[in-house]
């Protein structure tokens, strides 16, 4: 039993002898004293003043005397206002560190027997990934890993849009003015030679417009009229009936598309165990439509067509089935939603998808619960903000969004600029700086974005975000390649234990203390989809070591074996949770940089 389960035994016995009252577990609030006051652990007393009877005051020091006297690890104790701050012996926070922090396993809780999936990427097959996308992917995995390192069975899901109008009118200008260009031939990734024909649709595509807009027509008339479109329309209906050469370039060019993908999936970190296309679930939904009809959750109008009323709940008449039978979006994901249940059976299933897509999920889901799935209760649309860059950094090659792979080059280059001026890599052989620069590169763009929470909007400056000072990416990394040196220098031996009554600085028992928080950071951060907690006690942690490392002397040179080993085995705590809460987030940690 650690300190807070004994102080909320000891409170409840308390309570019960004090003033004859049943004082329920949940009424009870500790929290961490604040840095102002003395103390580790404060009581909230006022949820206890309504069976004492007493002021919150006078409540606080009758339950600070009993805690003095039955709890042994209570040492001191004051009362500010209605709360209860307690110290707590020294010998005990060393401990903890010695029983528990030193074990290798620390951090590591075990399984809960929840499936949970986490869909997120979701890409279409006509442009390469964006800066959006990055964030996309960067929140989707390390979601999955959060939830992982909970004690969830996780499965990473990509529900790719690969059919559709966009994907033709890519098809449509490499025909007509593709030359039969490919990847091999043009050095292209095949995501950007896909991307790149899309562009040309939508120049060839508003010249035309204007050309009919002269003639006459107006804008609406002239984007329905122009020649490239009808022909786009034409090819999807092509696509649809089956046509075997319409399908030969399709699968074509998403293969190229997929080749590109991949290569930036890898310069990402990030991972699939299960790819779901637009192209085998676009049918989906129609028998969950008649399932809704006969249940009489929808009903179908003169005209055909299939609606949800939802006025009641605040929302509006939803159409879920168009009079020729046709599917609509919700239709689909109706659909795609119970083949993924089928699929594996989750108890959770988290979409990652930017905050534009907020009503549709919120219709999609008051769906499902309508149509009684019992499973949609588990359903979360885990919502995030875009993502700006500051005016005039980094342009795109078409001068619109910025490319995750021009994104990751200039921040590998930028890594490597910054690496360099400061002269520290002299030793490394060519393999280790190119190694260390994609690191330190991919570590401040992971960082930088993950930090924020998702559903705020960010603007990256990828020079700020590689800096080795302040809430950074490399700031951190920089920390634990600083620890594995010490460690090194030290010749650190794993697995001593200290006297449990060795002398502790205020900053030896902050850390402590801090560092044993980190199973209850990672089950906070899980249970609230935030990988911006988990970051932000990262760097806390990170912080914290570098106050330690410059107040005491060096290491090192301590001629004290029990200090130097208790010194080294708090440095070497700090090391191992930075690594495991970097690993979360997608973020290597040198070893030495």
């Known amino acids: 039993m650690n300190i807070e389960q004994h102080i909320v035994t ?10 004859h009252q049943d004082l329920p577990e949940a009424q009870i609030s500790l929290q961490d004293t604040r840095s102002e006051f003395e103390g580790q652990i404060t ?18 020091s009758d339950l600070g005397e009993y805690l003095l006297e039955h709890v042994e690890d209570v040492v001191a104790f004051n009362v500010v206002k209605g709360f209860l701050n307690l110290s707590i012996n020294n010998s005990y926070w060393v401990s903890l560190l010695n029983t528990e922090l030193l074990k290798p396993e620390f951090g590591t809780i075990a399984a809960n027997g929840k499936k949970v999936m986490v869909e997120y990427s979701s890409p279409n097959t006509n442009k390469p990934l964006h800066l959006g996308h ?20 996780v499965f990473k899901v990509n529900l790719v849009n690969d059919r559709g109008i966009h994907i033709c009118k890519s098809m449509l200008a490499w025909q007509k003015w593709g030359n039969g260009e490919t990847p091999l031939s043009s050095g292209l990734k095949g995501d950007h030679l896909v991307g790149k024909y899309y562009v040309i649709f939508d120049k060839e595509y508003k010249k035309e417009i204007e050309t009919l807009k002269l003639q006459g027509q107006t804008e609406d008339e002239a984007k329905k009229n122009a020649p490239l479109i009808k022909q786009a329309q034409a090819m999807l209906l092509a696509w649809e009936s089956g046509d075997a050469e319409v399908i030969d370039l399709w699968k074509t060019m998403n293969g190229w598309v997929y080749e590109g993908f991949d290569v930036t999936y890898k310069n990402l970190g990030v991972d699939f165990d299960k790819y779901y296309y637009e192209s085998n679930t676009y049918l989906l939904g ?8 006969a249940k009489g959750v929808f009903f179908k109008k003169e005209d055909g067509s299939v609606w949800i009323d939802l006025t009641a709940d605040g929302l509006d008449q939803k159409l879920v089935l168009r009079a020729d039978g046709t599917s609509v979006y919700i239709t689909q994901d109706l659909g795609t939603a119970q083949m993924k249940y089928d699929d594996f059976g989750m108890d959770e299933s988290i979409y990652v998808v930017g905050n534009e897509q907020d009503y549709h999920f919120k219709v999609l889901f008051l769906i499902l619960d309508k149509l009684g799935k019992s499973w949609s209760k588990g359903l979360y649309h885990l919502s995030y903000g875009m993502v700006d860059l500051p005016s005039g950094k980094m342009k795109s090659r078409e001068g619109t969004v910025v490319d995750a792979d021009d994104l990751i080059a200039e921040m590998v280059l930028t890594a490597r600029q910054k690496t360099e001026a400061l002269g520290k890599v002299d030793n490394f052989s060519e393999e280790e700086k190119e190694q260390l620069y994609y690191n330190i590169g991919m570590g401040a ?25 302040g809430n950074t990416g ?33 900053t030896e028992l902050e850390m402590i ?10 089950a906070a951060a899980a249970k609230s989809f935030s990988p911006a907690s988990l970051a932000n006690y990262i760097y806390e942690v990170a912080k914290m070591f570098n106050k330690f490392y410059h107040e005491i002397p060096p290491i090192v040179k301590e001629e004290d074996e029990q200090l130097k080993q208790h010194r080294l085995n708090l440095s070497w705590v700090t090391a191992n949770i930075l690594k495991a ?6 973020i290597a940690v040198p070893e030495r940089m």
Not at 140 to 153: F, H, Q, R
Request: net charge positive; hydrophobic share 40%.
């Open 10 to 19: 000891a409170t409840i016995e308390a309570v019960k002898k004090l003033y």
């Open 513 to 522: 203390i801090l560092l044993a928080k980190y199973p209850s950071e990672i």
């Open 474 to 506: 490399p700031f951190i990394q920089y920390t634990h390649a600083r620890i594995k040196s010490l460690l090194s220098k030290a010749e650190f031996k794993q697995g001593v234990q200290v006297d449990n009554y060795i002398s502790l600085s205020e």
């Open 134 to 153: 990055v964030r996309n992917n960067l929140l989707g995995y390390s979601v999955s890993e959060l939830l992982k390192a909970n004690g969830s069975e």
């Open 581 to 586: 809460g970097m690993r979360i987030l997608g």
């Open 445 to 469: 763009l992971k960082y930088f974005l993950l930090k924020v929470e998702p559903k705020k909007r960010l603007l990256f400056d990828p020079a700020e975000s590689i800096d080795f000072q």
């Open 43 to 60: 009581i909230v007393v006022f949820p206890v003043v309504r069976f004492s009877k007493k002021s919150p005051e006078v409540t606080a």
């Open 286 to 293: 129609k028998d969950t439509v008649e399932e809704g009809l």
